[in-house]
């Protein structure tokens, strides 16, 4: 597994959530779910992780997801994009897939990739690029929000932030 970065030290918190992605051509997309877990003060660790360049490194990560128990793992990944569907083959840890942009097809094959499991391995699917990475950090808190009240408030306090953002805009009101 090659790590990218990671939040987590001796000293530091251990990591909540998990998040993957393909290659490291990924992480700019990836940025955002990163940036957004930091913003909410969730812990994670970051791996890149390929379905088909380190397809035996899968069920070695999927247990590591358990044992540290990791509320999800949020795996991205561009084109024929297996990873978050292989790697929720591999644990009971819930996924959350992000469909990374392709240079080929917008990111449309990532996106049905990911959202077409058959039924029985179910991977929660995001929006296409950076909306994606980032709604699947806010959802990653909505999961640890049901059972952690400083997560929850950090939620409730940037949706409260993200709602006072649009009532100060300049109304328009058709005048
Ligand atoms: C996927 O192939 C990765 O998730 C990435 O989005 C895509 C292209 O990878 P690189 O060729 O840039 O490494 O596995």
Redesign the pocket.
């Given at each position: 597994m090659q790590r990218v970065t990671t939040d987590a030290s001796a000293s530091a918190p251990p990591p909540r959530v998990g998040v993957v992605?393909?290659?490291?051509?990924?992480f700019d997309t990836m940025q955002g779910a990163l940036d957004a877990l930091r913003d909410l003060g969730i812990p994670y660790e970051v791996r890149v992780l390929?379905?088909?360049?380190t397809p035996a490194l899968l069920p070695t990560y999927g247990a590591r997801a358990e044992r540290l128990g990791f509320a999800c793992v949020i795996a991205?990944?561009?084109?024929a994009?297996h990873?978050p569907g292989m790697l929720a083959a591999f644990t009971r840890v819930p996924v959350l897939g992000v469909p990374?942009q392709?240079r080929a097809l917008s990111g449309q094959d990532?996106l049905l990739s990911i959202v077409q499991m058959p039924a029985g391995v179910p991977v929660a699917t995001f929006a296409i690029g950076a909306a994606g990475a980032k709604n699947a950090a806010l959802f990653a808190a909505a999961i640890l929000a049901t059972t952690d009240p400083e997560v929850r408030a950090a939620l409730d306090a940037f949706r409260a932030r993200q709602t006072q953002a649009v009532l100060d805009e300049p109304h328009f009101d058709g005048h």
């Open positions: 992605m393909g290659s490291r051509s990924d390929s379905a088909h360049r991205g990944a561009g084109g994009a990873l990374v392709s990532s």
